[in-house]
């Protein structure tokens, strides 16, 4: 029983960074119909850029705060001015091919300019335990989920409790008539692409530590963002943050119990049956399906 | 590629052909290798391409099928079984499994497809990796010996860079046939209008299943091929991201195009390697001419091509029409 307690906190902890991940990714699903195929990528880029800025003398805090908004000019309006603003128009499969692309592009970015071999990345919550309940655990678990609450309660608020949330809101659900109302449409649909890219970030910050930055680290983090987003509704962000907590969980438990070889294999199998018997996600609107 | 004229095309065709047999014959052991790769994927591409460009269902599954092909000839040839069994094999066990994915494909659409597909895609992966009784793991398939055709063996380079040769030949003339079959116009039905198709008497479910079932049957070809190509397989390159490079080859080459499979491989296999002395960058800029190419053209290479030709055609029948129209409104 101890040992379960242990893996649902620490399956809890990783199960909210794919949360804000996944989150993300939904966000840029809805407001501009972007799959997102270097989302993992973009989790993975923003360690190494914290790391190129320790590298030159900055100290950790300098360092986040220099990565975070590079993140933002890169991730968020690079990516939005450059790749998805000119082929958004020509619907969803070539732009999502274009992300495969930029998934390589960074990848091979970060093995040729950065380091091919994995590096540390320092924790911003203290090592050591503390002690729940006369149980012993993990701080670094703890500081992660507590972090990642905070980031999704906040964005929960910002766009359900004000008015820029529920301008962006409309903006996603029907452009045209957000657009008549007086939404600046166009305003909120960067806003997303720059919320992403702070969440990527974030996720960066958090995630790293525990698995170290390595270029190849995207593709299982995105992954796990994607089997999330679908888990659990693909057009809400509350979905999104169901789906990464139980990902998490699910994960860990998995390895745990069924077998580390085919513990990648459970969460792949729930998203199957989830997308052919609900495919709208656990928490999801159902969609117009369009022929 | 309608527009040109019928005895240019044939021209261009036999110099194309006449210049695959002929330019290799002496090229070194590495250049056939990547040559053969190219007919290899090209083959695993034209299936996909019948999925996705033809019938419109989005599969990032195609690399598991090559893997599929790949395992099936690995084990059945070092049991000293002929490739052609293995083939056969490759092909039946693809287009059952390839049927039964294509089942949840009947239920949704789009990306929601795309991510069942690529659950297979990384399901298949693990199996590979897992079942060590079956595939030998991470150590692989080492001594996959290369087929005897008509007597000849083709262990050497050139022998078997034919053998993929005429395999693509071969699939070509069936892939060919088969989209001006009622068959091929019906999966281009399916996807341009599957309401429409369904009420014009097309068995719909049956034609999205059969694509499916079929262009799996065609990675697994390439798979059977690409064993006794390399002659060592592992899981490692039958993960997701060859899947995902498939994928790319038929968008960047131009889906639904007959010709768009040749010219994707073509880039993913060949524009890495010119760009090789760039040495760490070549990837790098390869990502980037795909994203360039996808700004400039989203319906790739040819969709180049078929503008330029449609607006061509545009413009003569615009000119066509301002001169009747002139003559109908000088009529009395």
Redesign the interface.
């Known amino acids: 029983m101890s040992n379960l307690l242990d893996l649902l906190v620490a399956g809890l902890a990783t199960g909210a960074i794919y949360a804000l991940v996944a989150t993300g990714f939904t966000l840029l699903w809805q407001t501009s119909q972007t ?1 997102n ?1 270097a989302q993992g990528e973009f989790v993975m880029l923003p360690a190494f850029l914290m790391l190129a800025v320790m590298h030159v003398g900055a100290p950790f805090w300098l360092a986040i705060l220099i990565g975070i908004l590079l993140s933002l000019l890169l991730l968020g309006l690079g990516f939005k001015m450059l ?1 998805v603003d ?2 958004l128009r ?9 992300t ?3 998934a ?2 960074i990848k ?2 970060v ?2 300019f950065f380091s091919a071999e994995a590096s540390p990345f320092p924790s911003i919550v203290p090592a050591g335990d503390i002690s729940v309940f006369g149980r012993m655990i993990s701080l670094q678990s703890v500081g992660v989920l507590a972090l990642a609450i905070f980031a999704v309660v906040g964005l929960t608020a910002l766009l359900n409790r004000t008015s820029i949330g529920h301008q962006m809101q409309a903006a996603a659900q029907n452009p045209v008539v957000a657009r008549i109302i007086g939404v600046p449409v166009e305003r909120m649909i960067l806003l997303t692409f720059l919320i992403n890219a702070f969440l990527v970030a974030l996720a960066s910050l958090l995630i790293t530590p525990i698995y170290l930055a390595k270029f190849s680290s995207g ?1 299982v983090l995105g ?1 796990a963002a ?2 999330a987003a ?1 888990v659990g509704g ?1 057009n809400q962000v509350r979905g999104a943050i169901a789906g990464g907590l139980l990902i998490g969980v699910v994960d860990n438990l998995s390895a745990a119990y069924v077998s580390t ?2 513990r ?2 459970v969460p ?2 729930l ?2 049956v989830i ?2 018997f609900r ?1 709208q996600g656990l928490l999801g609107r159902a969609e117009e ?3 | 590629m309608t527009g040109l004229p019928k005895l240019l095309r044939i021209g261009l065709g036999m110099v194309v052909i006449a210049a695959l047999i002929i330019v290799p014959m002496n090229f070194n052991r590495y250049g056939l290798f990547i040559l053969s790769q190219w007919a290899v994927m090209t083959i695993a591409a034209m299936g996909l391409n019948l999925t996705l460009g033809y019938a419109g269902q989005v599969s990032l599954a195609q690399g598991a099928f090559v893997g599929i092909g790949a395992y099936a000839a690995a084990i059945m040839t070092t049991q000293g079984m002929p490739l052609v069994a293995a083939l056969g094999v490759a092909v039946v066990l693809c287009f059952a499994i390839g049927w039964i994915l294509g089942y949840p494909a009947l239920r949704v659409q789009h990306h929601y497809l795309a991510f069942v597909t690529l659950a297979f895609s990384t399901l298949a992966f693990l199996v590979f990796r897992n079942e060590d009784w079956l595939t030998k793991g991470i150590y692989g398939i080492s001594n996959i010996p290369r087929p005897h055709i008509f007597g000849i063996a083709t262990n050497r380079p050139l022998p078997f860079y034919y053998v993929c040769l005429g395999s693509l030949a071969i699939v070509s003339v069936m892939v060919w046939w088969l989209i001006r079959s009622p068959w091929g116009r019906a999966f281009v039905a399916l996807r341009e209008n599957p309401i429409r198709a369904l009420s014009l008497g097309i068995d719909t479910r049956r034609y999205t299943l059969m694509a499916f079932a079929i262009g799996s049957a065609l990675g697994g070809v390439a798979g059977a091929l690409y064993a006794p190509l390399t002659q060592y397989i592992d899981p490692v390159p039958f993960n997701l991201s060859l899947s995902l490079d498939l994928l790319m080859m038929v968008i960047v080459g131009g889906a639904g195009f007959f010709f768009g499979p040749f010219l994707g491989a073509m880039i993913a296999v060949l524009l890495p390697e010119w760009l090789r002395f760039t040495e760490g960058y070549y990837l790098m800029l390869y990502a980037v001419a795909v994203i360039l190419l996808l700004i400039y053209s989203p319906t790739g290479i040819l969709g180049i091509l078929d503008r330029y030709l449609s607006e061509r055609r545009t413009k003569v029948a615009s000119a066509l029409r301002a001169v009747a129209k002139s003559r109908l409104e000088t009529a009395p």
Request: proline share 7%; hydrophobic share 65%; glycine share 4%.
């Open positions: 799959i195929f790749l000119p082929m020509h619907g969803v499969l070539p732009l999502a091919i274009a495969m692309a930029l390589i592009g091979e970015a093995k040729q593709e992954q994607f089997i679908i693909f070889q085919y990648a294999a792949l199998i998203l199957i997308i052919l495919p399906r369009t022929v």
